[in-house]
């Protein structure tokens, strides 16, 4: 008897769940992050989020109409683009240079493609990219959170002394100073328990939703609970990191920051949860799971320790998204008492 197959394109999920419905549950999870955010950014940072949002969403819709292709606005994923494109931007981007990354997000990095199910690359990642390359300065511009004293003086690193390096240490992103120990050599000894405890209630510099670990592990929890994602890119992504930045902190405790601050700091969180989890660009198998995740965590510290840029999550996802496929090819499913055709 003739069994009806229905093949599909991604993204693939085991649960039985609606891709609409599994875009509600990553906004929910969200939603911590984007409150941490309004409290510590306040009116600007809500607007940024709003703008993003929108501007996904228009971008999705325009390129549905130029190609002629159904309505798919319904299934939220250009909502969850925004949002997390929104959330890797610093509190006081212009709001126009927000617009362009949402159109980029969605117009390169997903409907260029195809639309949801055919694009290789994480599209928020894609936009946050591309306003990189052609805004460093203003993507590199970080502000004080609001729940801190806004009139202290500004201080750049090439004048930064030690009667000013606790402002200093409060101004910058815990990244930026953490790389300028390197540089330097000041000493990780500016690292300090006060700052540690400030990534994580979120009182520090740092992009939208990088500055709170709780608010997005409270996040992360959710979608475990809920089963939207499966522990094995979350836990290999951490994993690998922290193992990475033990390994050079035992090394050279002089230099380098402990490997918990690494884990506290800029998007990996983000990152872990809500962007290599992406069911759309990321492996099929839990073996490649692993594989993709552990790749990520290592770029990661590889690019902040001893490359050129404060943070590297962005770097190491479209690297790991490029590679996907030939994961998925080397760790293909072996049917029962067969072995994957060729």
Known sequence: MLTDIRVSCSPHISKHLSTRSVMI?????????????????????????????ISCVAAEWLCNVICKKPNSLGDFSAVVTGIILALSLPPKLPIWTAVIGG??????????????????????????????????????????????????????????????????????????????????ELGADIYSEEQFKATFTGEVGGSLGETSVIALLIGGIYLLIRRTISFHIPLAVITSAFIFATIVYLRDSYTYVPPLFHLSSGGLMLCAFFIATDPVTAPLTRRGMWIFG??????????????????????????????????DKLCRRIPTGGKPGA
């Open 103 to 184: 159109v980029v997000s969605i117009a390169i990095g997903k409907m260029v493609f195809g639309g949801l199910g055919a694009n290789i690359f994480n599209p928020a990642m894609v936009g946050r990219t591309f306003l990189t390359a052609s805004f460093g300065v203003m993507m590199t511009t970080w502000a004080v959170p609001y729940t801190m004293d806004l009139n202290m003086s500004k201080i750049a690193p090439e004048n930064i002394s030690a009667s000013n390096l606790r402002e200093f240490r409060t101004q910058a992103t815990p990244l930026a100073w953490s790389k300028l120990a390197i540089k330097n």
């Open 294 to 327: 552990i790749g990520i965590g290592a770029i990661t510290m590889l690019i902040r320790i001893a490359g050129v840029y404060q943070e590297g999550v962005m770097f190491s996802v479209l690297l790991m998204n490029a590679v996907t496929p030939l994961i």
């Open 25 to 53: 549950d990553v906004i929910i999870a969200l939603a911590p992050a984007m409150l941490a955010a309004g409290y510590y950014f306040r009116a600007h940072a809500l607007l940024l989020i709003g703008t993003c949002v």
